[in-house]
């Protein structure tokens, strides 16, 4: 790993020239005078060439290992679909570079695991964009776990779920190229941030319901529009984790649901001694019949698409802060492997 005294600038590629890449990784890579952004890839080099000029003179690809070999940089950012995570970050970290690949790590367990594996042996950061444990509300809580503040937390409900939230833009609602509908890509996000808040608990066993009902019957939403014949992911999951410790927690995502809210992102933590909820972040219990709000965050943090991306150049420079890591990536990649599983067969998944 690059050491603190790193020389400087540090050259810093990009995989995939998406909206994620535009709006998170390029941009906040420009606000930092020590990288440099010297090359975009995508297999569309109009959409490539669109992102380079936005940013500066990067140069621009369509072959990302040719990109890598010529361009050697020292960060990569794997912003492309979720089917090419995979093989994406294991050019990246073969040829080199540190990597920060947005969520999810990959499409299956045995990928991630690898990706792990990879980054271990070459010496190299890797990284994920789950950036919601960045939230200051997220740290908040952690602490307030760590402190012993909510007591032993036996029930944890994490929700993500939208009313009419089908995207209706890229590959969202193809499971090849997705590998799953909103769990993997909405549920995932309020998963990483509830197992991150309770410390990484060992698992148990996992089982799921899932469900599709609407998106293959209507064609638009609060999204856009999409071919309900070729909607091949879910509309949405219930699951419930159990830890090796006999606390529960239980997981409601969704693309399309008929619930009264437009929709929710938030995680609730019941403890013995105190309760919380992350986004705004805020603990509560009763005293003596009198409920007490023992500490409160006036508004959600908006911050933590930046947060996350700058906890993971800090840590390849060398400073010792917390990222997403490859290990953590893996857990929850076998997470959500489990839950689509039982899902898929109706039976309980033991790890």
């Given at each position: ?93 073969k040829a080199g570079c540190h990597v920060m690949c947005e969520k ?145 927690l239980r997981l409601e995502t969704s693309f399309a649901l008929n ?62 802060v917390t990222i997403a890591d490859a290990e953590q990536g893996f ?21």
């Amino acid at each position: 790993m690059k050491s603190a005294m790193t020389s400087f600038p540090l050259r810093v590629a990009i995989i995939g020239a998406g909206q994620v890449a535009d709006k998170v990784h390029a941009s906040y890579y420009c606000t930092r005078e020590e990288l440099e952004l010297v090359a975009v890839c995508d297999s569309h080099l109009s959409q490539a060439q669109a992102l380079a000029e936005k940013y500066g003179q990067a140069q621009v690809w369509d072959d990302p290992q040719l990109m890598l070999q010529t361009v050697k940089p020292d960060i990569v950012s794997v912003c492309s679909p979720n089917r090419f995570h995979y093989e994406h970050t294991l050019l990246a970290l073969k040829a080199g570079c540190h990597v920060m690949c947005e969520k999810p790590p990959a499409m299956t367990p045995e990928q991630a695991q690898e990706m792990r594996d990879t980054a271990r042996r070459m010496g190299k950061v890797l990284a994920y964009d789950f950036h919601h444990r960045f939230a200051l509300d997220t740290q908040l809580l952690r602490e307030q776990v760590t402190a012993g503040v909510l007591g032993e937390i036996y029930v944890t409900n994490a929700r993500a779920l939208r009313r009419c939230g089908v995207p209706g833009w890229g590959v969202f609602t193809n499971k090849a190229l997705q590998g799953g509908g909103p769990l993997i890509d909405l549920g995932v996000h309020m998963l990483d941030a509830a197992m991150y808040v309770l410390g990484f608990p060992l698992v148990k066993r996992v089982w799921a319901h899932s469900f599709q009902r609407i998106g293959t019957r209507k064609n638009c939403g609060q999204f856009g529009e999409w071919d309900p014949s070729r909607y091949t992911v879910e509309d949405a999951l219930f699951g419930t984790i159990e830890f090796h410790n006999g606390s529960i927690l239980r997981l409601e995502t969704s693309f399309a649901l008929n619930i009264p809210e437009q929709s929710i992102m938030n995680v609730n933590f019941c403890g013995d001694k105190a309760g919380a909820t992350l986004f705004p972040a805020q603990v509560y219990t009763d005293r003596n019949g009198e409920l007490e709000i023992c500490c409160a965050r006036e508004q959600a943090d908006d911050h933590r698409h930046f947060r996350s991306m700058e906890a993971f150049v800090n840590h390849v420079q060398g400073v010792p802060v917390t990222i997403a890591d490859a290990e953590q990536g893996f857990v929850i990649q076998q997470l959500v492997a489990a839950l689509y599983q039982s899902a898929e067969t109706g039976m309980c998944v033991e790890l």
